[in-house]
């Protein structure tokens, strides 16, 4: 004989495990990660940096993340130009298909960097994204996203600063 506490313990049950089962499905969007760049330039500099990462997906449909990134790069003449600095994103995306979702970010950074003998500076600005990530399974899956960024970049040791947009894919 079942109990009224019984019936009503075994819904919750179901209703909790339904409710996993159908979001075994969504693409995760909460993670910590650890980064290195390598990033060879010209003939006469290379950059390398090291990122940390974590993101939350938040309300079913929105999604946070902040990185940190500390790097050098290494001119063939002897100077380095150390540089650290931070990105904040806040973005939605919403299901398109089962294993589809439309991405859409707003983001803001900031970075500074010490080029020693008084040629220190940064940047700073916001972005926008745009793009799709899809699900292959679930281990693999797919991602493109467009950015817009405008960045104020100031070069206080050598006495200027400006703007510039930037476009990516």
Do not use: C
Request: aromatic share 12%.
């Amino acid at each position: 004989m079942m109990t009224k506490g019984m019936g009503i313990a075994l819904l919750s049950a179901a209703a909790l495990l339904g409710g996993a089962a159908a979001q075994a499905g969504e693409l995760p969007w909460t993670y910590g990660e650890v980064g290195y760049t390598k990033a060879p330039g010209t003939e006469d500099f290379d950059t390398d940096a090291y990122d940390l990462k974590a993101s939350i997906g938040f309300l079913d449909k929105w999604h946070s993340s902040l990185q940190y990134t500390d790097g050098t790069t290494d001119f063939d003449s002897g100077s380095d130009d150390d540089f650290d600095g931070w990105r904040l994103v806040v973005g939605a995306h919403p299901q398109l298909t089962p294993d589809t979702q439309l991405v859409t970010e707003i983001s803001y950074f900031d970075y500074n960097y010490d080029g020693g003998e008084g040629s220190d500076g940064g940047a700073d600005g916001f972005g926008l994204g745009l793009g799709l990530r899809h699900s292959l399974s679930d281990k693999a899956e797919l991602s493109a996203l467009a950015t817009y960024t405008q960045a104020n970049f100031d070069d206080s040791g050598f006495g200027s600063s400006g703007n510039t947009d930037v476009y990516s894919t």
